[in-house]
């Protein structure tokens, strides 16, 4: 993959080209950078696309200027690449975070999307589960972490386990299951572009930045006289970190079971345009039955459903593998992406 930089308006971007044809934007999530996308470029090329891989604001080669972040800025930061590189409107492909920014770039300028595909990703609803997102916002515990175990921190999440081992909670989420290190993906040289890549401070910060601040949480509640038909509490970052220290622990905190939204400007909006969703088996099983198809889309609960609220023109696939599952199952991965994009899906 051939490696360059461009000056947006306020950054300099770092970004994977290849190929020509109809271009498509590849988003990275956390805590990759555009290698994440190694596995896809080939097949996109193959198929006649014009792929464009950015770094996001403070990862991997793209600038770091630290600040607070909002998901409309690291939205604007695609836009604005896209207007540097002179690309009017292209298919837009997001994993993790870089879905999070894929859909506030779909929502907010849909006239630049032909087509989106979200990977593992969420539109504005937190799950309750992911207990990282509570954790980001205690301050100093992230600071701390990734200055003692940032090393460790990359080898436990795609190694499964660590030397030594990441500390339990309130010093950190991320706790690995037993037999994590049996799932192992990701070769030597994956890891070690990791690491490099999340040496930088400035990388920690900024992944502090995006969950602590681009993420506000609020509790929804109906109500037929707001507008939308309802109403937001905003939790500020100490109310959440009190939920993550709570004494009981954060799952017994009364708020715990509230499915926080982050992006209450969005949720009357839709993008009109074909979307896909793919998302990794933990959402495909269920207790004590077999799995639903694996191109039904899930519903049950705000997160699930959320995604049906912002797009009128959906369908989901499921990967029978892990949350990273572009790099862990870049086969079927890219199958249902090439369909997608061909209009076979």
């Known amino acids: 993959m051939r490696s360059h930089f461009v000056q947006t308006r306020d950054l300099r971007m770092h970004y994977l080209q290849e190929g020509t044809g109809t271009p498509i934007v590849l988003i990275h999530g956390f805590p990759e950078t555009s290698y994440e996308w190694r596995k896809q470029v080939p097949a996109l090329v193959d198929a006649g696309y014009s792929v464009f891989a950015p770094d996001t604001r403070g990862c991997g080669q793209t600038d770091k200027p630290g600040g607070r972040v909002t998901r409309h800025l690291l939205a604007l930061d695609i836009i604005n690449f896209m207007d540097a590189l002179d690309i009017p409107r292209a298919h837009v492909v997001g994993h993790d975070w870089g879905g999070i920014i894929a859909f506030k770039v779909a929502i907010d300028w849909p006239e ?47 190694t ?66 707001a507008a939308h038909g309802e109403r937001f509490r905003h939790l500020g970052e100490h109310e959440v970190a009190r939920m993550w220290l709570h004494e009981e622990g954060l ?34 099983g269920r207790q004590g039955g077999d799995a639903p198809p694996a191109d039904q889309v899930p519903t049950g609960n705000p997160f699930v459903d959320q995604f049906s609220r912002y797009f009128p023109d959906l369908r989901a696939r499921r990967v029978d593998a892990g949350h990273f599952f572009p790099e862990e199952a870049p086969e079927v991965t890219n199958g249902h992406l090439l369909a997608f994009l061909a209009g076979n899906i």
């Open 112 to 158: 630049r999307v032909e087509r989106l595909a979200l990977m593992d990703t969420l539109c504005t609803v937190w799950a309750p589960r992911a207990v990282h997102g509570y954790w980001f916002k205690a301050q100093p515990y992230p600071e701390e972490f990734f200055r003692n175990y940032h090393q460790q921190f990359i080898d436990a999440i795609f």
């Open 160 to 225: 499964g386990t660590s030397e030594p081992a990441l500390p339990s909670r309130p010093l950190s989420p991320w706790q690995m299951p037993p037999g994590a290190a049996a799932l192992r993906w990701a070769t030597d040289e994956d890891v070690q572009h990791y690491r490099d890549a999340f040496a930088d401070p400035a990388s920690h910060d900024a992944a502090i930045s995006y969950y602590r601040y681009a993420l506000p949480f609020h509790i929804v509640s109906p109500d037929d006289t």
């Open 251 to 284: 799952e017994q905190h009364p708020l715990f079971e509230h499915f926080m939204d982050y992006g209450p400007e969005d949720r009357h909006k839709q993008f009109p345009n074909p979307t896909l969703w793919m998302h990794g088996q933990y959402l495909g």
